[in-house]
């Protein structure tokens, strides 16, 4: 069983589409997150979510923005695309805020 | 910013030699972790120090972390080739996220 995993695992599209990145977590865990590592490997923490607060990176730009439908889930809406858009996206969960982290395999987005 | 530096930023070692990578990190944290992170896949979560804690073991891994100098460091004994990885450490701040550093990339040769 894939404890947290990702959909779909690369996503190419055009600049100005809007897209969306499915998430889920079978472990029961209360905290989901989004990180994108660009081309140099940094990752960046993009947005943290458990089921009572959402913490945004002030530096993600409001084209981008969390949906959780259920506790097991997270999905990354994305509109708008740009070309600086292109990354690896990774949701992680934790059972707590302070916990270790669970990472998914990673969404490849490429935007033309 | 919050976010750790390794160092080196890459290492080449030849298996069975021990593999050395320092983190340092710049505010107070609870917890720093450590993670690896294979060529085109996910993140793999290796060890977790708390702030009041100088040294964990988990294996061949041994993490020391020294909070007044605000460093970190992971050893990895008798290395092997499958333990080439990049390889972060992660700072927790209390901010329910974690930080990641630059990375280390570590390969490991026959």
């Known amino acids: 069983d894939t404890a947290v995993s990702q959909t779909p695992k690369y996503l190419v599209t055009q600049m100005g589409n809007d897209k969306s990145i499915k998430c889920e977590q079978n472990?029961?865990?209360?905290?989901m997150y989004w990180y994108k590592q660009d081309s140099k490997k940094f990752l960046k923490i993009m947005f943290s979510?458990?089921?009572?607060?959402?913490?945004i990176n002030e530096t993600v730009p409001n084209r981008f923005s969390p949906k959780s439908p259920d506790k097991a889930h997270l999905n990354l809406h994305i509109n708008s695309l740009e070309l600086g858009d292109s990354a690896v996206y990774f949701c992680?969960?934790?059972?707590?805020?302070?916990?270790?982290?669970?990472f998914g395999p990673g969404t490849r987005l490429t935007v033309l | 910013s919050q976010q750790g530096e390794e160092d080196p930023q890459a290492l080449s070692i030849q298996e069975g030699e021990n593999a050395t990578m320092n983190c340092s990190y710049k505010?107070?944290?609870?917890?720093l972790q450590w993670y690896r992170q294979n060529s085109g896949r996910g993140l793999v979560h290796l060890i977790l120090?708390?702030?009041?804690?100088r040294e964990k073991h988990s294996g061949r891994l041994r993490v020391t972390l020294d909070t007044s100098k605000k460093s970190s460091s992971l050893l990895i004994t008798a290395s092997r080739a499958a333990d080439t990885a990049s390889y972060f450490c992660?700072?927790?701040?209390?901010?329910?996220?974690?930080?990641f550093g630059t990375g280390t990339r570590l390969t490991v040769i026959p």
């Open positions: 992680a969960s934790s059972l707590g805020g302070h916990d270790t982290q669970y």
């Open positions: 120090i708390r702030s009041n804690e």
């Open positions: 472990l029961g865990h209360d905290t």
């Open positions: 505010t107070s944290i609870n917890n």
């Open positions: 979510y458990n089921n009572k607060e959402l913490i």
């Open positions: 992660a700072t927790e701040t209390g901010a329910n996220n974690l930080f």
